[in-house]
């Protein structure tokens, strides 16, 4: 499984677009890259999910290289209720249980 | 949209005593995955369903057990508790052949 390594914390400010890059050095063929966003007490919340290049849906982008190794969570516009840990998983369906949580990211945006 | 259901949300014991708890997926997904969060950690990989059939197994301690039923709802059954059992239990559920996971409130246990 390979395994991810993020920012332990971020801070942005209201409006602002954030940026958070996953490294996954050890991506295999299969993998896809995942990101879940969980607030305190509630169960992580499913964000966007992409395999190459780039994703998008109504509330991330997902940008990913050629190479595979990294990928950037791309929030636009933040307000203060995306203060969040944003965790970025990468596995496959065989093993989905086993792509860990590591450490995610913190993220707290300011007024 | 129907979301995962987990019952009951706050579960009180004590040392020793055995606790059920409960996990209804979301309609037509068949896998069932099981999660312990403590307090400041990182949700943690205990177990996980595939069509009623355990698929994967992680660090669930042997006290734990868990099935998944011909309905597809699944229960984490766990016995002699220990105080740091305490933690917010998870569930989630997902279509086979598909990456993504939809977690429930989860269950909060306290052991005293």
């Known amino acids: 499984l390979a395994k991810t390594t993020q920012p332990i914390s971020m801070d942005s400010y209201e409006g602002q677009e954030v940026n958070i890059t996953c490294s996954h050095n050890?991506?295999?063929?299969?993998?896809?890259i995942t990101w879940y966003q969980q607030f305190p007490s509630q169960g992580p919340r499913f964000i966007i999910q992409?395999?190459?290049t780039k994703v998008t849906n109504e509330v991330a982008s997902l940008f990913i290289p050629a190479d595979r190794k990294s990928s950037t969570l791309s929030l636009p516009r933040v307000s203060l209720s995306d203060t969040a840990v944003y965790y970025c998983?990468?596995?496959?369906?065989?093993?989905?249980?086993?792509?860990?949580f590591g450490d995610g990211t913190t993220l707290t945006v300011k007024p | 949209a129907a979301g995962v259901i987990q019952s009951p949300r706050h579960l009180i014991k004590e040392k020793r005593e055995t606790a059920t708890l409960k996990c209804y997926p979301i309609?037509?997904?068949?896998?069932v995955y099981w999660y312990q969060q403590g307090p400041g950690q990182d949700p943690q990989f205990l177990i996980s369903?595939?069509?009623?059939?355990?698929?994967d197994k992680g660090s669930i301690p042997d006290r734990f057990s868990a099935q998944q039923f011909s309905d597809y709802h699944s229960e984490l059954n766990m016995s002699s508790l220990e105080l740091g059992d305490s933690a917010l239990y998870f569930c989630?559920?997902?279509?086979?052949?598909?990456?993504?996971?939809?977690f429930g409130p989860g269950t909060r246990l306290t052991v005293t």
């Open positions: 992409g395999y190459k």
């Open positions: 050890n991506i295999a063929t299969n993998d896809y």
């Open positions: 369903f595939y069509e009623k059939m355990q698929s």
């Open positions: 998983l990468v596995g496959d369906y065989t093993n989905a249980g086993k792509s860990t």
């Open positions: 309609p037509r997904h068949d896998t």
């Open positions: 989630a559920s997902a279509t086979s052949g598909r990456y993504e996971q939809y």
